[in-house]
């Protein structure tokens, strides 16, 4: 099977790809989340939900390292490599640089790498072809879809061959129909990856579709921050996981976790 | 409001133009203008015809757009560094503020004594009196710019490798800004021009000049040969200027 990495397995045992240790997060002088910690093994889908505005998104970006968490520690032990990055990102927003055509995008990362500039071609096509948009590569950004420019966001973060991938509420802004198949071809960018993927999202249900483990953060109130509440694993075949019998009940499972949370009453 | 189609509209706006220039020849064959102070339309052509003919055209053109190229290009660079590294770099924004604010309301004719002093009057003295024009207009427009540029564009860099503050200024802050920095590269073309004929009316060789010379003789006439000289090449730089834009903006929708 064709994968975007040709990096062996370090070694057997898994060794965890991302690993955060009581890490809190605040804003000028309050805490808004407590106490997360998460190891996330190779290849692993980790789901993360919760309320609006219980910090999902800002806990994404602690983990990546994009903003300093104010108490606890994140490593992402593998670092870069002469040819890959330890991690990338897709945005809510594709954020598509409008000045640059679709390959010139998905080579944004690769800039700066020990690459030559045929390699970096080559290297952008490739999960350009993926995502069905090879076609597209000479294209502006501004004339492409919204699901077509969130796939070339997701080809932009793949094209690093990242170990971790952060992705931050990426289907939340499309169309249900359009979010819908973005789903299932994530599902099988999976296959096609070694990867793993840090998820963040507001749909429960996308969450349970998607990951082998859910992360579910809730619980803050005006006086106390947010922190976890649980680790849910999916324990459910990935093929037609929305007709599987525990499907339901494992979304109705993080609903009550997520329900008994104040932040939902939050404005 | 309805509009009006393309050849339509061209059309009345050419009839509106040769009314007002067969009115303008009328009024003055009729007597209703004096025709010591107001050149009749007619003559334009021959006088026209006869300052290229002399070569002075030619000299004086040359001469007004070498002071206007150095001194809009001069201008240009100066305003666009200052004006981006202002927006991108606090610690420099906040140290040059209260300077800029000082010397931005003094118009760049107000600095003509000074040209003279330290330049005397030659086509430095033009330069340099051009550039202050063109370098206001064109910090202003790249401070704005850079400063409207979608910080998530920022993070989208730093988040693909590109933290070093070169690669961001390259890759994200110059073309994401671009569309306002060409506008202000566009107005800076058009101030220059406008400030080159005053810079040389003080004497220094070129179209200013020549057209001092004229009006001191009352030859009405030449000076309109060089207002519409100055009107035509500044339609022309603009034209260009606005392909050139075109094709550096061409991945706007």
């Known amino acids: 099977m064709a994968t975007l990495s040709d990096t062996p397995p370090q070694d057997d045992a898994p060794t965890a790809v991302l ?21 996330v093994q190779p290849r692993e889908f980790v789901a993360v ?7 999902k998104s800002t806990l994404l970006r602690a983990l990546a390292g994009l903003i300093s968490p104010r108490k606890g520690k994140v490593e992402i032990p593998a670092g870069n490599s ?32 020990s690459l030559s500039k045929a390699q970096r071609r080559e ?8 995502v069905g948009l090879d076609e597209y590569a000479e294209r502006w950004p501004h004339t492409l879809s919204g699901g077509q420019q969130q796939r070339v966001g997701i080809a932009r973060a793949l094209a690093v061959r990242p170990r971790v991938l952060f992705m931050d509420e990426p289907f939340s802004a499309l169309d249900a129909i359009t979010r819908r198949r973005l789903q299932n071809e994530l599902v099988d960018l999976r296959r096609r990856s070694d990867a793993a993927i840090v998820f963040v999202t507001h749909d429960i249900e996308e969450a349970v579709l998607l990951a082998d483990r859910v992360l579910v953060l809730g619980g803050g109130t005006d006086d106390a921050p947010a922190g976890m509440r649980d680790v849910i694993e999916v324990a459910l075949p990935q093929e037609e996981r929305r007709e599987q019998a525990g499907f339901t009940e494992c979304v109705q499972r993080i609903e009550g976790l997520i329900g008994t949370s104040a932040a939902d009453d939050a404005p | 409001m309805s509009r009006l189609s393309r050849p339509r509209r061209l059309s009345i706006s050419a009839l509106g133009l040769a009314g007002f220039i067969a009115l303008w020849e009328a009024s003055l064959r009729a007597g209703l203008l004096p025709g010591n102070l107001v050149p009749l339309p007619s003559t334009i052509p021959g006088v026209f015809w006869a300052e290229i003919a002399d070569g002075i055209w ?15 290009a001069i201008g240009s660079l100066l305003g666009i560094t200052v004006g981006v590294g202002a927006a991108l770099v606090p610690t420099f924004n906040a140290l040059h503020a209260w300077l800029a604010r000082l010397l931005r309301p003094i118009p760049p004719l107000a600095w003509i004594p000074f040209a003279i002093i330290w ?22 427009t790249s401070y704005s710019a850079v400063r409207a540029v979608d910080p998530g564009y920022d993070e989208v860099a730093i988040a693909f490798g590109q933290q070093r503050f070169v690669d961001r200024l390259a890759k994200v802050s110059l073309p994401a800004a671009a569309p306002g920095i060409l506008g202000g590269l566009r107005a800076g073309l058009g101030q220059g021009w406008m400030t080159v004929v005053a810079a040389e009316l003080f004497g220094i060789p070129g179209i200013g000049q020549r057209m ?5 003789l009352l030859a009405t006439d030449i000076v309109v040969v060089y207002m ?16 050139v834009q075109r094709r550096m903006l061409r991945w706007q929708p």
Not at chain 1, 123 to 130: I, S, V, Y
Not at chain 2, 58 to 72: D, I, K, P, Q
Not at chain 2, 212 to 216: K, L, N, Q, T, V
């Open chain 1, 49 to 55: 939900v919760g309320a609006s505005g219980v910090g």
């Open chain 2, 58 to 72: 030619f000299e004086v053109v040359r001469s007004s757009l070498s002071h206007y190229a150095v001194g809009v």
């Open chain 2, 212 to 216: 001092m010379e004229a009006s001191g």
């Open chain 2, 119 to 140: 330049f005397g009057v030659n086509p430095t003295a033009a330069a340099f009196i051009i550039s202050i024009g063109v370098f206001w207009i064109n910090y202003f």
């Open chain 2, 228 to 243: 519409l000289t100055i009107a035509g090449l500044y339609a022309l730089f603009d034209a260009l200027f606005m392909v």
């Open chain 1, 123 to 130: 290297r952008a096509l490739e999960p350009l072809a993926l």
């Open chain 1, 19 to 39: 690993r955060a240790k009581g890490v809190s997060l605040g804003f000028s002088g309050t805490t808004i989340l407590q106490g997360v910690d998460l190891d």
């Open chain 1, 82 to 113: 002469p040819d890959t990055r330890a991690w990338s990102m897709v945005f809510q927003a594709p954020r598509l640089f409008p000045w640059r055509r679709v390959r010139a995008n998905v080579e944004l990362g690769l800039e700066g790498l």
